[in-house]
């Protein structure tokens, strides 16, 4: 599995151990602070006291850390608006932002009714609750077809993950040109040492559902398998045709 193209879901269940409630913990710090190292003494242990007695969900954990002082340190005071609300996207709903009318509604929401209410805004979404409920981590959802999601949406996530040792710490929006000229994004690849610099070698099986390819030829679901450089160039074929992707995994 390609690391920076999906993540496995973490699920904090009733009568969790302790290992569980660590494991669960320690996926919520990587996933919303965007890998980012924390010390010791950063983290925050009363929500984490919550989340061991019951007090709290694991959404309501992950709006503990995405509001906290350390989250807005890293993210908000440091990076530009839009690399902001690039980030929340990621970091809380696992993918990236569709279009510029997403990042207008972000924007209005925190120039009106302020940072929290930018936060809650992800977290009390149908989106965010339909995809990961009360107990399970937020993770990178770009490598399937998402109800309400446009297909452009793939490319865009592929260019926020940059890898299991990459961190979201930067100033610029990495999609704010391609998303502001309503242009398509390409899949480059990643900066060697992130954790995903093999994969410009490697191959992927890309799973479609309605997919026509001419009169004569039509199937309910086909697979394509293609190699990293042909990525980018098939996914917009098949999105072109009127395709929707199921999955990509990486084969080899």
Same mark, same amino acid.
């Given at each position: 599995?390609?690391?920076?193209?999906?993540?496995?879901s973490?699920?904090?269940?009733p009568?969790?151990t302790?290992?569980?409630?660590?494991? +669960?913990?320690?996926?919520?710090?990587? @996933?919303?602070?965007?890998n !980012?190292?924390? &010390?010791?003494?950063?983290?925050l242990?009363?929500?984490? *006291?919550q989340? /061991?007695?019951?007090? #709290? +969900?694991?959404s309501?954990?992950?709006?503990?850390?995405? @509001?906290?002082?350390? =989250? /807005?340190?890293?993210?908000?005071? +440091?990076? *530009?608006?839009? /690399?902001?609300?690039?980030?929340?996207?990621?970091?809380?709903?696992?993918?990236a932002?569709?279009?510029?009318?997403?990042?207008?509604?972000?924007? @209005?929401?925190?120039?009106t009714?302020? =940072?929290?209410a930018?936060?809650?805004? =992800?977290?009390?979404?149908?989106?965010? #609750?339909?995809? &990961?409920?009360?107990?399970?981590?937020?993770?990178a959802?770009?490598n399937?077809?998402?109800?309400?999601?446009?297909?452009?949406?793939?490319?865009r996530?592929?260019?926020?993950?940059?890898? &299991? !040792?990459?961190n979201?710490?930067?100033?610029?929006a990495?999609l704010?040109?391609?998303?502001?000229?309503?242009?398509? +994004?390409?899949?480059?690849?990643?900066?060697?040492? *992130?954790?995903?610099? *093999? $994969?410009?070698?490697?191959?992927? /099986?890309?799973s479609?559902?309605?997919?026509?390819?001419?009169?004569?030829?039509t199937?309910?679901?086909?697979? &394509?398998?293609?190699?990293? $450089?042909?990525?980018?160039?098939?996914?917009?074929?098949?999105?072109?045709?009127?395709?929707?992707?199921?999955?990509?995994?990486?084969?080899?």
């Open positions: 599995m390609a690391l920076w193209i999906e993540t496995e973490v699920e904090l269940r009568n969790a302790e290992e569980d409630l660590q494991a +669960t913990i320690r996926a919520v710090y990587r @996933q919303v602070l965007g !980012a190292h924390i &010390f010791e003494n950063q983290r242990t009363s929500a984490e *006291s989340l /061991r007695n019951g007090d #709290i +969900t694991v309501g954990f992950v709006r503990a850390v995405a @509001q906290s002082d350390l =989250y /807005r340190s890293l993210f908000f005071e +440091t990076s *530009s608006p839009y /690399r902001f609300i690039e980030l929340n996207f990621k970091h809380l709903l696992g993918r932002p569709q279009d510029q009318a997403e990042i207008a509604e972000h924007v @209005q929401i925190y120039n009714q302020g =940072y929290a930018e936060i809650n805004s =992800y977290i009390d979404s149908d989106e965010y #609750i339909r995809s &990961f409920g009360d107990h399970i981590v937020p993770s959802r770009g399937r077809t998402q109800a309400g999601i446009k297909n452009v949406g793939f490319n996530t592929f260019a926020l993950m940059r890898g &299991f !040792a990459a979201d710490l930067g100033k610029s990495k704010i040109s391609d998303i502001g000229s309503n242009l398509a +994004t390409k899949i480059v690849a990643p900066a060697a040492g *992130s954790g995903a610099a *093999s $994969n410009t070698g490697k191959r992927f /099986r890309i479609v559902s309605k997919a026509n390819f001419g009169a004569r030829v199937k309910s679901v086909a697979t &394509f398998e293609v190699g990293y $450089n042909q990525l980018s160039q098939k996914i917009q074929s098949i999105q072109k045709t009127g395709g929707k992707i199921i999955s990509i995994a990486e084969i080899a």
